[in-house]
């Protein structure tokens, strides 16, 4: 059993999501920037609700 057998469905989506980019950029740490960009490209921070942040402007900032 891990950790993440205990979190419901859509937040051990939103690890896995956040957790590809980070290992494609090269993090050893799963920081909340990832967490983000993987809420900023899905549901729910894509719609209805506009927050005025979009998955380029988490990806620009990752990179710095």
Sequence with gaps: MTMLTTFAL??????????L?????????????YFLLALAESQPL?????????????RAQLRD
């Design 10 to 19: 859509p937040a051990r989506q939103a690890v896995i999501r956040a957790g």
């Design 21 to 33: 980019p980070a290992r494609d950029g090269g993090a050893t740490q799963l920081g909340d920037g």
């Design 46 to 58: 894509t719609s209805p609700v506009d927050l005025g942040v979009t998955a380029a402007m988490v």
